[in-house]
């Protein structure tokens, strides 16, 4: 993986968790559901550090 798909990785996963953390504060979701969404934005951002 090139810098620049490790960059991109790291941008998508930052953007999903503000997506997530907004969503949350407005009340559109609760705790739980927020953290599995994190998480799985955090398995996707390791995947991606792993095979760079």
């Known amino acids: 993986m090139s ?23 407005k009340g559109y979701v609760d705790a739980d559901a927020t953290l599995d969404v994190l998480e799985t934005h955090l398995e996707e951002l390791r995947e991606a550090h792993e095979s760079a």
Do not use: I, P, R, T
Request: charged fraction near 50%.
């Open 3 to 25: 810098d620049d798909e490790l960059d991109e990785a790291v941008a998508k996963f930052l953007k999903g968790a503000e997506k997530a953390y907004s969503e949350y504060e």
